[in-house]
């Protein structure tokens, strides 16, 4: 949940401040804007949150230009750690990499730092990816079966398949869920739908522009630029009034992405 992504930001932040602090550095100003990030945590004021602990990182004072330079980039690299872990995935392909660089940090190796910063970084961005994926095939599969068992279909060995995959996504078992969920959507579709034609398409489409477009809702309203997710969408909503139904599919799929990718991003834009 946003609530314990917070709460798991605010303490990955405070141990960065307790270790710059034995390098003499100057914390006066970072420690009063991590427990105003508490306070803010605890009236449910997400985004405010995450903006005073990111800027707690920018006030710390007393150190050189390569190690706080180092320090910010490694500081998103943890943010968007945190982020991805408070999904419940395996974090350990990245935790690795992501300690090594700050402890290289600490040795005052700054290369060596950054490149394992960005080791840690590309898998954060794997994991985050395989998440979005599976997480996305979980709701298509709910609506493909849906849509069949209201055409009045046998759905037991669909919804069997989709009861595993899930049973597999809530375990982190993301490679194993994608295929039960794949399967299962596979045998609940139509027989090689026409493009742009069908009725479970069409319906299959509608279904991806409501999440869309609820989607890009949900974000803008937390104060994100969800402009490049509004061009995706308006580009799917001319190929749908087309009845270019698999062009729009893709188009709006992209906005569900661009607006997820709006919302990670905000906190780093202030306020």
């Given at each position: 949940?946003?609530?314990?992504?917070?709460?798991?930001?605010?303490?990955?932040?405070?141990?960065?401040?307790?270790?710059?602090?034995?390098?003499?550095?100057?914390?006066?100003?970072?420690?009063?804007?991590?427990?105003?990030?508490?306070?803010?945590?605890?009236?449910?004021?997400?985004?405010?949150?995450?903006?005073?602990?990111?800027?707690?990182?920018?006030?710390?004072?007393?150190?050189?230009?390569?190690?706080?330079?180092?320090?910010?980039?490694?500081?998103?690299?943890?943010?968007?750690?945190?982020?991805?872990?408070?999904?419940?995935?395996?974090?350990?392909?990245?935790?690795?990499?992501?300690?090594?660089?700050?402890?290289?940090?600490?040795?005052?190796?700054?290369?060596?730092?950054?490149?394992?910063?960005?080791r840690a970084r590309a898998e954060?961005k794997a994991l985050n990816t395989?998440?979005?994926?599976?997480?996305?095939?979980?709701?298509?599969?709910?609506?493909?079966?849906?849509?069949?068992?209201?055409?009045?279909?046998?759905?037991?060995?669909?919804?069997?398949?989709?009861?595993?995959?899930?049973?597999?996504?809530?375990?982190?078992?993301?490679?194993?869920?994608?295929?039960?969920?794949?399967?299962?959507?596979?045998?609940?579709?139509?027989?090689?739908?026409?493009?742009?034609?069908?009725?479970?398409?069409?319906?299959?489409?509608?279904?991806?522009?409501?999440?869309?477009?609820?989607?890009?809702?949900?974000?803008?309203?937390?104060?994100?630029?969800?402009?490049?997710?509004?061009?995706?969408?308006?580009?799917?909503?001319?190929?749908?009034?087309?009845?270019?139904?698999?062009?729009?599919?893709?188009?709006?799929?992209?906005?569900?992405?661009?607006?997820?990718?709006?919302?990670?991003?905000?906190?780093?834009?202030?306020?």
């Amino acid at each position: 949940s946003t609530e314990n992504f917070i709460s798991s930001l605010i303490t990955e932040f405070r141990n960065i401040l307790l270790s710059v602090r034995t390098k003499s550095a100057d914390i006066s100003t970072a420690r009063p804007l991590l427990i105003a990030a508490k306070k803010a945590l605890n009236h449910k004021r997400y985004r405010r949150a995450a903006v005073l602990c990111l800027r707690s990182i920018e006030t710390i004072g007393g150190l050189d230009d390569d190690y706080m330079s180092t320090l910010k980039v490694l500081a998103k690299v943890r943010y968007n750690y945190t982020l991805v872990g408070s999904f419940g995935l395996d974090m350990s392909c990245a935790k690795a990499p992501l300690n090594k660089a700050f402890n290289e940090l600490n040795a005052g190796n700054f290369r060596n730092a950054l490149d394992h910063g960005a080791r840690a970084r590309a898998e954060v961005k794997a994991l985050n990816t395989d998440y979005r994926k599976t997480h996305r095939l979980l709701t298509d599969a709910r609506f493909v079966i849906d849509d069949a068992r209201q055409a009045g279909d046998d759905v037991t060995q669909e919804e069997f398949l989709l009861n595993k995959g899930v049973e597999a996504f809530e375990r982190n078992e993301l490679e194993v869920a994608r295929e039960l969920l794949q399967d299962a959507t596979s045998i609940a579709s139509p027989a090689e739908p026409d493009a742009g034609e069908g009725n479970g398409l069409a319906k299959f489409v509608s279904e991806r522009q409501r999440t869309a477009k609820e989607a890009i809702a949900r974000t803008k309203g937390m104060g994100a630029d969800v402009s490049d997710a509004e061009m995706q969408y308006a580009a799917g909503w001319k190929r749908h009034q087309e009845g270019k139904l698999e062009e729009a599919l893709k188009y709006y799929s992209r906005a569900i992405d661009e607006a997820i990718d709006a919302g990670k991003a905000m906190a780093w834009k202030g306020e």
